[in-house]
């Protein structure tokens, strides 16, 4: 098994602590993530060897997102850095009715302003067997697109696996690309789509509704339109307010739809980051198991997630696993 | 629209974090709140032109009430300092099945040795078309009792809406005034009623139960035995535990009774300050909405509060109207 | 009534706040506990005289542990000093379906070094009339065994009570002692079993399920076997997830079997010492109350004290008696 | 040796952090404190056997603070339980040019309440050899100074050394009582005097300098109206700022007068409790050395003060003899 | 007297608590700054009138902004809001040798992209006597050097007093203007020059040297070079190391040179802002004192300035002038 | 330039915030830290290539020891897990005259029953140049200190420098070896040496003073008596307290004897880890600059470490040649 790459922005996430608002208290706590990094450390979490690709400012800033990156196994090689300031995100924690808030300042960021000859694609991929992106990358400038699409056009021509996790921000795309078309590109190197329905629509411009046979319907088309897709999962979330969610998650792998069992997370701790803990489940997964045994396992990984504080999963294997086996009490053995 | 305004104590609340005891950390947070400044801090977070009226101590502690309450846009050019200490109360936070735990030190206070000499009444109601009070002020002293009648003398003379919020707390009224003719005499000055059977209950000497038919027949009694009083607002809190309530509104308008949904909390964060939320939420919405609107907006707002910690709502109408819209899953957009 | 006497290992506590790992942050919070010491405190928060007797190591942090006791009014003056370090464990605190974490480093500490020749039992139990030992400390070590032996032995011998609870951690037990033969001769030194199916199936060699016939007839048994014992008291726990649990309790005292209802814990602050808050509940209650009664208020303790953080229950009898007597809303009064 | 007995007011102590206002944060800190405690828990820390006699609140501020003193040691079983608030003070540390800033919250508080049937001082005294007072006591009420009185008088006829420490604080006494009237009626008691040239000057209304000429001259000036005292101490401090203060002591004991060397605190952590500290360290030291190494050992006592946090003197024999050995350089060893 | 006018960015300033770097600890604190809004908030802090204008994100953290300045009674009628974030900077402080780190934010913040339309400056002066300004403003781009001009110009027209800090940071100035040039046009406007050698320097071309002659004689072909400039005042910093610095001042009001004493600060709290508390002591100290007792007012000012965490003064007209009256020991008085 | 080898135990360091005890508050902060392994981290920060060697505990603790070494990139691939628990040590930070306390809980650690078994030393030296060791590790145990001769035999095979810092701490050396013996045998693999005159007279049997001609005759005994010692570095402390000291350094390197000036710490932050500093700072500038350059890069590093919190140095090249460079001041440029 070779290295699994990932390419995003590193954001400095600065939060109150608890439930607070920033006009309470001035002690504040801070972590660092970003859509594409939180799916790399949570593999590495997993065990798993990743390297990510970024650039961050030249100051202690950067040095400090850099040092809590390695902090966890991560490689951290291929990172680049920039005299522009690392992109930083302000989050107030909702509460039942609540929702939590977030403000960004990271579109004049180090990464924002990269250009695809800040990355030695060649160098960086040297290892690599699986690239996985997203799509708040493509989102941020066209320098970020273009250099995405270098290091994806690579990482194809090397027969890696290529992960896609569409997401649409509208709030981003502020550059002038139309989305749609940026989207469709880059899922011409993709294999594995991992999304949901409101994705497909996107790409495909269709208007499928949310219930299995919809996403079944909508995966097939997706794989009609873009043949190097294999395979298409997804997660579903309920939620009864911010503070109570349930989780299960389906697929189609070209042979069969499956869907697991609803994980009902009583009491969030952070949900930020729990779409990358599903990713980044089954990205280890689909390397170690079965697809539907994947599935199970991403869904897991990002039920734990919602106990995590932060924008990374800290979960381990045998936490996931303890919870496939059936243990969802949380007893524990001394 | 004129200004609103406010007179009441302002308290300094020291608090352990989280649900810790005083006995297991020297760690504490402060606020401030008190039950006419909450709904003063409320209302000037929906956008609201209020004014607080109060006394505080000459010293840090004074200064630092006072910019607390400027901090949030509230005028306080009213209020008086005091060679007084500031009043304080701790406060233990419960959980479950065990409730909050609250130690007063208020009695010598600043704002409880007010008498009317203190307050320029003509001055403070300047530009005021609404004033509100609560049975709190009249139950700490007589010179408090003495000076928010003369406050509210004016404001009806001024052709003022009062609103009264005539909380009865018997652990207060301890210098020899009966707490029925204080609140009956109160209540002459008001226009509108926020309160539940309890108050009703207290100022008529009923036996009134908590069935709406009861509270219906109770408003009437009410209303015919204090003519000034045009409306009745009324919250009712269904609590499994201290972590866990739900929160539902009824009124009698004097042509409509209504009821509103129940609001489910399933993680309250503080319920410190939720009736002088449902308050500021009425106060706020008479202004701008009809009746059963307002009375939906209070409800909402009062379940918002207690995803905040501290005395003061901090929900903003932005995030009380989309409940209202129907979104209480806390879902939030980027 | 007479001094109550516990005898155990004082750990120091290490965990960071909230649900956070020792990974994520650099700043943490320290508790004392240990499981003897936990039934102390609480009895002593009770309002009963307790003498807590361990072995604490001679230096700052053994000051501090002592300090921590003497705070909650627990006699001190037989706890011994030590070149040894005091032992430690370090917890992380689970949520939902994660568990809670645990690393103790214990195994070479004052407590586990102790021998027979450190404690003057005689001096130790001068007032006591009535001893609590649990199934931790003839687990630690051979001294520990043998000194808690001849306390035991000069106990029965002055005519005490002696409470037992046989807790079974097989991750303990490692300096060559057979468990099952160790904990029957410290039964035959006990007159009251806190402890349930699992203990006494550990004892007996038997194999009984977890329904009342089964507990009614294995407690029977167990009197059988150990003649001194007169009553069984066990806790039974369910658990949605690590947030969230119910607690019930049955007894067989003899003559009559005994449960009480379920009491919901919806929002767990803290699960560790809830076993310990039901013994403590058990013991003082014997010594108020008739059997059932008992059980009521060490079931309404032990689920108190997962609203307190740390392993220590803070609850008084009044908080107590406040839920026994229906109050389970948290309902408090200014 | 019997038992050293203090009586005054405990305060709690509420502090922001570091050098910070409490306008800066709403996270602060608490202690317990008040004169005469701090020489009780100072004596404490140095091994001795004290009471501490006082008034607080019956609910869980109260109880905090009797814990807090029972952590140390000192005996609480002669605190008595009011129904008024503890006494608070607020306090923001200075540093360099910048003085400190207190706020009290004491003049109605449960210690300020007190009266001579609140206190059996047979039973209080019952164990007693030594007792200590301050000046602040009889400031505070009538009730106080007549109970401190009652106390003192019982004191001397049991043959008890009393010890006087008559700050005087010109911003208390506000009840009506003459301070110097108040101070030589509880001088006429005394027989160890702790203070200077100020407090000798208030007393017999002199106008002495303070040279050593003038302590030696006013200090036999004070002997001959007082002919119970026996010893006058006094601390000199020398301030460069708020952070730099140097500190030595001088004495007279009928026989010779002695000066000990300036010690350098170039650090200072806090100031408050000082004098205390001084107080405290003549007191054990008079047990235990001559009058001249027991002014030295008050004199390192008091200046190791500065390097703790809080109102109390957390320093042990160990340290203080370490410095009179010679060695203030800091140096630890492993 | 009217409004005082100060016109600049607002910024976050985040920073780890004492000396530790961002590797160190994610728990961080927070308060808002810049340079023009540090010398409004301590005007406002010695009881002046004060206005600060500039632009802030509309979102929760130009809110928390706006709320910050306005807590210190500042007026923000006139803040703009925009869609940009509010600049950040991040602060590490050092200690003794080691100097403090900055890394900024600000490239692309709301005030940087400030345009003249963004401001009414009739109604943002409408009250205003006195405008000041600094060199921070123009250097940051066309759009706030532009604005500030504006606004210069209309305070002129109206014959308000204007001060200049034309500090010169050359890591600034990159949007293409010549720093001499813009300087030299915007004391085209001035009367009031706050500033040293260094700022004389730039603008003049010429090369003086420290001493006091090379200052008279700077400062003399300066007001030569802007006749509007009537008076001259600067401070002089001498640093041992990044804890201890002595702070004095000299002035040249065409009339008299007159230099301050030194101030000795043996133990800096923080240094940010310092500047600005000179300025600020000169703004307020000009319109109360002559110019020699407002230069001294304003050093002591800015030598407190170094006792208080954050970018602003908190300091009071009482604190500075107890500093000015001879007791710079930091003694209290209780 | 290969990699630079260190071997030791790896401690977490828990301690209360700026100066408390562990009395004084239950929120405490931990680092980690190991002489050893803080010259290792000094070492990469000062952009070296540097391994680190070690056995962990293998738990949640003992990975996050890992995460904190690899944070500063480290390597870390040689480190061994065990069933041991980390060892754990306790800090009060003293101030002024008072000094640090520790307690340490180590002797049983998972480092400590290291045996030469559990290191690959092969693999562990593959790509080393330089290996340092320490008196602690050798102190440890039997087979911390056989595990270490293994290394440093292979490390002298292999042709690597071998540097030596025989710190002679006499509380450790438990378990039976003779110290003198084992430094002496452990200095015969030995290239450099970095000690003083305490570390020479324990490993000659001497009787040395402190004057530089002392220094001088005892570094050229100390050649004569270890052939393979080419070099001789010494660090000089003056301490006025615990909160001030002066650095200086010197050194013999068979050709000329140079010394530094003394270097100034005003306000001492943290003191551990100071003399590793300087082994760090003389390890990475001995393989930069001549052997004079390299002694005032590691006087410089070591004053800077005063300045950092935690065991390890955080300074960086730049920082150092600042100093060396003559800006002692502590002036941050913007």
Known sequence: MGQIITFGEVLMRISPKSNKKFIQSNSVEFYFGGTELNVAISIANFGGDVKHISAVSEDFIG????????????DT?????SERP???YFLEVGAVMRPSAISYNRSHSAFSQIVPENINWENALENGSWMHWTGITPALSKGAFDTLKAGLKLARQKGMTVSADPTY???LWKYGQDPKEALIELLGYSTIFIGGINEINEVLGTDFGYANEDFLEAS??????FPTI?????????SLNSSWHKIRARMWNGIEFRETQDLDITHIVDRIGTGDAFAAGLIYGLQQFDD???????SAACALKHTYEGDVNLTTVKEVTNILGGNTTGRFVR
């Open 63 to 74: 040095e400090t997102a850099i040092s809590y990156i390695r902090k966890f196994g991560v």
């Open 77 to 81: 090689t291929s990172i680049t850095l």
């Open 86 to 88: 690392l992109g930083v």
């Open 169 to 171: 921000r509208s709030g």
């Open 220 to 225: 097939k088309q997706l794989m009609q339109t």
């Open 230 to 238: 294999e395979k298409v999962f997804d997660k579903i979330r309920t």
């Open 292 to 298: 539907y045994k994947a599935l199970e396992f991403a």
